[in-house]
């Protein structure tokens, strides 16, 4: 809950995800993959230029998505978001913008399959970090779920519509330097 609490809002929809948050009873929010409100972090990482966003095929929503996943039980959350982003980008080199995050969503997740395994609906609360990355610094393959996606193509590779605003949002705010 520390985390929620020690966020800095950066617009009405995180003071308001915020808001909600602090208002639960602390015993439905976790790192325990099981509860109904549990911890994530992402990482948007843009090219020097601002021309292209690394990103990974997500097949659960048949989209591509920014790198990210859920924090660790004892995990601090940027080095959450720099070992997720290794795990599934194999960046060799990421500079970050700072180790405070860019901004926090609260995220509904519907109910899916998983392993074989039925997963219940939940929330993500999720807390997204930027990153500055070069293309020459992945280890990535052609045949891999992982590429670097124009900018101004996000519409053709991301299927999930509602992810599309909030991805411009944080490479605007990547861009302006007012992350």
Known sequence: MDWIKEYEPKNKKEAEDRDHL???????????????????????????????????????????????????????????????????????????????????????????ERKGEIVDSHFHINFCFGFWGEEEDTLLSPDENRMWVPVDKLDAFVAEEHMLPIYRDL?????????
Not at 173 to 178: I, L, S, V, Y
């Open 22 to 112: 602090l208002r639960l009873d602390e015993r439905l929010i976790s790192t325990d993959r099981s509860a109904p409100y549990h911890y994530t972090t992402s990482s948007m990482v843009l090219d020097r230029k601002k021309n292209k966003l690394l990103m990974i095929y997500h097949k659960i929503y048949r989209s591509w998505s920014w790198p990210g996943g859920h924090v660790e039980e004892g995990e601090e959350l940027f080095y959450s978001a720099l070992r997720e982003l290794y795990e599934e980008t194999g960046l060799r080199r990421a500079k970050p913008l700072s180790e405070e995050p860019i901004a926090m969503e609260l995220m509904p997740v519907a109910s899916h």
């Open 171 to 179: 490479i605007r705010r990547m861009g302006d330097g007012h992350a």
